[in-house]
Nanobody
Framework: QVQLVESGGGLVQAGGSLRLSCLASGRTFSVLAWFRQAPGKDRDFVAGITWSTGRTYYADSVKGRFTISRDSAKNTVYLQLNNLKPEDTAVYSC?????????????????WGQGTQVTVSS
């Protein structure tokens, strides 16, 4: 059974930091990514990483503030969120796809976690 389980969300003040984790199990994936969705808005791509080489790619809005990484031994992908802003408030979800094609489109990802809430206060 394929599972993606996120953790690490919470409430933080503007300028603060959080680290999100996504534990993947059930099969191997080629690309894992983080998306976020704020109330009343579309789901947006945040960052992605290739499992084999660790190549990363980011949305322009988070470059320089967020860092995606993976720990192969723990089957876990991380998203380090620094210098958080109120507009970063959203449900952050982990997504995975088995083929090695980089994508920022939610519909290209086959597997999803349940999401974790990040709230940034001003």
């Amino acid at each position: 059974q394929v599972q993606l389980v996120e953790s690490g969300g919470g409430l933080v003040q503007a300028g603060g930091s959080l680290r999100l984790s996504c534990l993947a199990s059930g099969r191997t994936f080629s690309v894992l990514a983080w998306f976020r969705q704020a109330p009343g808005k579309d789901r947006d791509f945040v960052a992605g990483i290739t499992w084999s080489t660790g190549r990363t790619y980011y949305a322009d809005s988070v470059k320089g503030r967020f860092t995606i990484s993976r720990d192969s031994a723990k089957n876990t992908v991380y998203l380090q969120l620094n210098n958080l802003k109120p507009e970063d408030t959203a449900v952050y979800s982990c997504a995975a796809k088995p083929n090695l094609v980089l994508s920022m489109t939610a519909g290209r990802f086959d597997y999803w976690g349940q999401g974790t809430q990040v709230t940034v206060s001003s």
